[in-house]
């Protein structure tokens, strides 16, 4: 369990330079409210090289009289002007959470969107409901102290103590009537259904019927919700980590996401033996051995814990506990990312070995405790955090049935849930167990099927193996759109934003610019290993491309950024505190 005394913590060790010179530019001002909302798009130039605006829609599509919504938006232009044929309009875009910032998203991951994609198009970011530059903000909790009172003692780890689960689900029960007594009209207006009617807003203010758009993780959710509710304004749509719509909005347990999640971990593992022990500082001549060797390291942490403690500069003393809970957790994360965390979390693994904790503590996001702690603000807006006070509205707000359930259910829910993945430990308090005492539906639902024709078949892409997202779930929700694809990308992590493939990246060029889909069955490789020697640049997905169309073609831009976009799509992922 998470505690106080993590409070001062190291600095986030794994930003790079890269993400420094981003979180600048994240953090440079603009003052969003500066600009007028209107239900017409009039665009302000703003983070230099892009262009915002304020628009206007109803709180509520099902009762117009329920007041109005500001959503923030933020495009990054074409090269082209609207009346030139090169030019293709707009695409939306969706980072996934519930509760990513859409405007974030194309402030640090533009770059890589348009070196893939080209220049055709728009780019168009949008904070959804309840997150951050949007109005009104979710503000569910007083003052910053009070948020961090409440997150500081949220059990992380459901088998931590024989007391976590009950506290996880309690807090559960104070977090929705909290939000009942201070932001029950916000949060009964923030579900999937409205944010998917406000994407058909948005186009149709841009002068677009048809709806183009790229959405990852519940972003996919967004996405598959809005292609079964306006079938007829699909234009290019691609859903990237797909979750189990059906699932999503009639399920009362979380049976799909964890599928593959021990196949995340073994492909890992795989990928470890394959390297050597060169490559891998954890290696060891079988998968079963280095999981052993794994387990040992963090188990040894249950029994003791061991201290991080840094005053080199007494200016800036740090100090924390690398316990099992965080280091467990650190873990999880670093299974979205294998390609870039596979290899700092087997050192960090290693470091623990040899008695240094700090560096399996610093995998854990945890590391954000310092961000609510000293700037006193959260993402998505005063005092909102961005954590179980989005994800609980939206994911618990938009079931379609009675998700209430006693404690007794909720620890079977979970036994049910660890029979999939022993990681179950962390995702179930971050997922659906907030929903077992949730008390706000959202006013706009959508009841309707997923089964249906679009005006323009979908593009859906999965990994080989995804911790949360199994491409099970993308071959299940494919199976009712009409002509759709799955393309399988032969990878491990969540999305295929954590591994790049060349051949994906052609994939979804392909589609975007001429709307031609892969072939069914179409399976793109990675271009890397994730225990891979350096420099070893020259993959590229198993396909052919020499290295000055690879140059010409944006490829080695994308990948660049799409490194820098790391930083990013951890804290959407895991925003716990920060
Ligand atoms: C917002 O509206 C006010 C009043 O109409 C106007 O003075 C101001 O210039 C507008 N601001 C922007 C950014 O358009
Ligand atoms: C928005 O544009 C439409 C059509 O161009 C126009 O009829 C309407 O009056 C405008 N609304 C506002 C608030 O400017
Ligand atoms: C619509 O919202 C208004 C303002 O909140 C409220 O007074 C009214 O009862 C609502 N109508 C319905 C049908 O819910
Ligand atoms: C867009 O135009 C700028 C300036 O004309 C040029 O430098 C840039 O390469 C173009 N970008 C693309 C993606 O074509
Ligand atoms: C909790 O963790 C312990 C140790 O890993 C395990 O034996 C136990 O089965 C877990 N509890 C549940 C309910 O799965
Ligand atoms: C939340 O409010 C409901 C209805 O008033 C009440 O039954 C429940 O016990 C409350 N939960 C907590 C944790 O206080
Ligand atoms: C693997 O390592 C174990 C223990 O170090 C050793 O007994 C075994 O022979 C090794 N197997 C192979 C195939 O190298
Ligand atoms: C301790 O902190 C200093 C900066 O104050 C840093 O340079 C150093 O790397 C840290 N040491 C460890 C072991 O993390
Ligand atoms: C959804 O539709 C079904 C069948 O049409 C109906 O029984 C159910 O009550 C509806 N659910 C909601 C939440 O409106
Ligand atoms: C978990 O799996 C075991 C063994 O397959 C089974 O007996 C048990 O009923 C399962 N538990 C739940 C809650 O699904
Ligand atoms: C996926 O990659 C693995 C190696 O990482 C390889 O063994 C396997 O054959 C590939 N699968 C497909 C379907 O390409
Ligand atoms: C789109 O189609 C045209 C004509 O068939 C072709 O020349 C071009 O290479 C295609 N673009 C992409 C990105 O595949």
């Known amino acids: 369990m998470r505690t106080a005394t993590g409070l001062l ?121 309840g997150v951050g530059a949007t109005t009104p903000p979710l503000s569910v909790f007083a003052s910053a102290a009070e948020a961090l009172q409440f997150y500081a003692t949220y059990p992380l780890n459901v088998n931590d103590s024989v007391s976590s689960l009950a506290r996880a689900y309690v807090q559960g029960g104070i977090l929705g009537n909290l939000t009942v007594d201070r932001a029950k009209d916000v949060a009964e207006s923030v579900g999937t259904a409205a944010v998917a009617t406000d994407m058909l807003q948005i186009s149709r203010a841009l002068g677009q ?21 306006f079938p007829q304004n699909v234009g290019r749509l691609i859903i990237d980590g797909v979750s189990d719509s059906h699932q999503w909005y009639f399920g009362t347990q979380d049976t799909s996401s964890m599928l593959d999640t021990d196949g995340v971990v073994a492909s890992i593992y795989a990928a470890c033996v394959a390297a050597g022990p060169s490559l891998c500082p954890i290696w060891e001549n079988s998968t079963a051995l280095v ?104 994911l618990c707000g938009d079931a379609l049935i009675d998700r209430r359930r006693s404690l007794a259910q909720a620890r079977e829910d979970y036994a049910a849930m660890r029979n999939l993945s022993v990681f179950a430990d962390v995702w179930y308090p971050t997922s659906i167990e907030a929903c077992a005492t949730w008390p706000i539906q959202a006013k706009d639902i959508f009841n309707g099927s997923f089964q249906t024709n679009t005006s323009t078949p979908i593009l859906l892409i999965g990994n080989t193996f995804d911790p949360v997202t199994p491409i099970q779930s993308a071959r299940n929700m494919s199976a009712g759109f009409g002509g759709s694809v799955v393309l399988q990308q032969n990878s491990t992590g969540h999305t295929s934003l954590s591994g790049f493939s060349t051949c994906t990246a052609l994939a979804i060029r392909e589609y975007f610019q001429n709307g031609t889909l892969p072939a069914a069955g179409t399976v793109c490789q990675p271009d890397t290993a994730i225990f891979e020697a350096p420099n070893n640049s020259s993959a590229s997905g198993g396909v052919t491309i020499s290295l000055r169309d690879e140059a010409a073609l944006g490829l080695r831009e994308a990948k660049r950024a799409l490194g820098d976009g790391t930083a990013f799509l951890k804290r959407t992922w895991f925003p716990r505190w920060a």
């Open 291 to 394: 999981d052993a060797r794994v387990d040992r390291a963090l188990n040894a942490l249950r029994v003791a814990p061991q201290p991080i403690f840094n005053d080199t500069d007494p200016a800036a003393t740090t100090f924390a506990v690398a316990d099992y809970a965080a280091a467990f957790d650190g873990l999880f994360e670093s299974i979205y990312f294998p390609y870039s965390e596979g290899p700092v979390a087997a050192a960090a693994i290693a470091a623990l070995e040899q008695g240094d904790g700090s560096l399996v503590y610093g995998l854990s996001t945890e590391a954000g405790l310092t961000a609510i702690s000293q700037d006193c603000t959260g993402s998505s807006g005063p005092f909102g955090v961005g954590f179980l006070d989005i994800v609980a509205p939206v």
């Open 9 to 129: 913590v190291l600095s986030a060790t794994l930003l790079g330079a890269a993400s420094a010179r981003q979180l600048a530019r994240r953090d440079a001002p603009f003052d969003w409210s500066s600009l007028n909302s209107s239900a017409n798009l009039s665009w302000t130039p703003c983070y230099d090289a892009f262009q915002c605006a304020r628009f206007t829609v109803p709180l509520q599509y099902s009762n117009t009289s329920a007041g109005e919504s500001q959503i923030a938006l933020i495009m990054s232009p074409s090269n082209f002007s609207t009346g030139d044929p090169n030019y293709l309009g707009s695409i939306l875009f969706n980072p996934g959470g519930p509760g990513g910032s859409g405007v974030q998203y194309i402030l640090e991951m533009g770059p890589y969107f348009r070196a893939i994609i080209g220049p055709q198009y728009d780019l168009v970011g949008f904070d959804p409901r």
């Open 209 to 229: 019927e048809k709806v183009n758009y790229w959405g990852v993780s519940y972003g996919s959710i967004l996405g598959a919700t809005f292609a079964a509710m």
